[in-house]
């Protein structure tokens, strides 16, 4: 069936640092591959997405690349702050008849040291 | 505040009981989804409704019955659960904004759900 993996499962860095979260998936499908980021204690959100049709797509100190071909997608945050701790969940899906069925990735937890 | 509001927040039950969680969205979003949240475990969809109709449902037990009356409203029925049904139980809605949308889903904030 369908599935994404995500790693690594816990990420622990220096303020300043950059982190990088790897996602695979296996419907080659999927058109659309959103990522959230779930503070403790608080719902999921959405920090930042892109379509097949593009490859890479930035966000102040975010970035998310695409490679269609390896099926596989990344998170890029440059320059960490504390605030940027949280557990970070990568999603595939494909876009069709007016709603998203999500498959997420089991998170990464990310860690930001002062 | 997302605009999406999900209770009761917090709901302790035996495996004997029927209660109902419950899920409303004020963004005038077509589509909402029932997820379940465990430790150490990926976000599971459970069951989509697009327009108030059921499009999807990812082979969850039958002790789990959905209802969606409105656009605007979705429940998750509950009877004679098992302890392993023990988890954060997550509502969310999005809209279809066609090809060159964003199609983000809005998460409720949770309700959480132990069984004893």
């Known amino acids: 069936g369908e599935n994404v993996e995500q790693h690594p499962s816990t990420l622990s860095v220096q303020e300043g640092d950059s982190a990088v979260i790897k996602c695979t998936y296996s419907?080659?499908?999927?058109?659309?591959f959103p990522w959230y980021k779930q503070e403790l204690g608080k719902r999921p959100q959405l920090i930042i997405d892109i379509r097949s049709n593009v490859g890479e797509k930035k966000d102040q100190r975010i970035a998310v690349t695409l490679n269609k071909t390896a099926k596989h997608f990344s998170l890029h945050i440059t320059e960490t702050q504390p605030e940027d701790s949280a557990v970070y969940f990568c999603a595939a899906s494909k876009v069709s008849g007016g709603y998203n069925k999500l498959i997420f990735g089991a998170g990464t937890r990310l860690a930001v040291h002062p | 505040e997302t605009g999406v509001t999900q209770t009761p927040r917090h709901l302790v039950m035996g495996m004997t009981n029927k209660k109902s969680l419950k899920c409303e969205q004020h963004l005038g979003h077509n589509a909402m989804y029932w997820y379940k949240q465990s430790a150490k475990k990926p976000l599971e969809l459970m069951f989509v409704y697009n327009f108030k109709e059921q499009t999807e449902n990812n082979s969850v037990p039958s002790r789990f019955s959905p209802e969606c009356p409105n656009s605007s409203h979705l429940f998750l029925h509950l009877h004679t659960l098992q302890p392993e049904d023990s988890a954060l139980y997550l509502c969310a809605s999005s809209q279809d904004l066609g090809a060159s949308g964003r199609n983000e889903q809005f998460f409720g904030p949770g309700t959480r759900l132990t069984v004893l």
């Open positions: 419907d080659s499908a999927s058109n659309y």
